[in-house]
Nanobody, 132 residues
Framework: QVRLVESGGGSVQAGGSLRLSCAAS????????MGWFRQYPGKEREGVAA????????????PYTDSVADRFTISQDRAKNTLFLQMDSLKPEDTAMYYC?????????????????????WGQGTQVTVSS
């Protein structure tokens, strides 16, 4: 059973930073994707960024959604099965519930889409609130 636990959300003023973490457990190391999504009230979840691990030593970072490019950075500690999202220069429009998700197996086309429908495992979410 794959388990994903997010942490690091909170409230911050515009221009500030937050770092989200997602600890993953319960699956053996196979080709997989892990990603960050966010959801506004009444809206569908949108992909923020994701990484693809090829089951060997390589991993690839997918495209960032346009609104966070140059402000957010996705990274991972593969030894600790932990995914991160460094969020800098936060804006009020970044206020949302942020979710960590995993897709296994995965592929480069799935990475490029970073679509919620392709990810079968989800964390409980962590709220990010940015005030102006």
């Amino acid at each position: 059973q794959v388990r994903l636990v997010e942490s690091g959300g909170g409230s911050v003023q515009a221009g500030g930073s937050l770092r989200l973490s997602c600890a993953a457990s319960g699956y053996t190391y196979v080709a997989n994707c892990m990603g960050w999504f966010r959801q506004y009230p009444g809206k569908e979840r949108e992909g923020v960024a994701a990484v693809y691990n090829d089951g060997g030593s390589r991993y690839y970072t997918g495209p960032y959604t346009d609104s966070v490019a140059d402000r957010f950075t996705i990274s991972q500690d593969r030894a600790k099965n932990t995914l991160f999202l460094q969020m800098d220069s936060l804006k009020p429009e970044d206020t949302a519930m942020y979710y960590c998700a995993a897709a296994t197996p995965c592929s480069i086309p799935i990475l490029r889409r970073t679509a919620a429908a392709d990810f079968g495992y989800w964390g409980q979410g962590t709220q990010v609130t940015v005030s102006s």
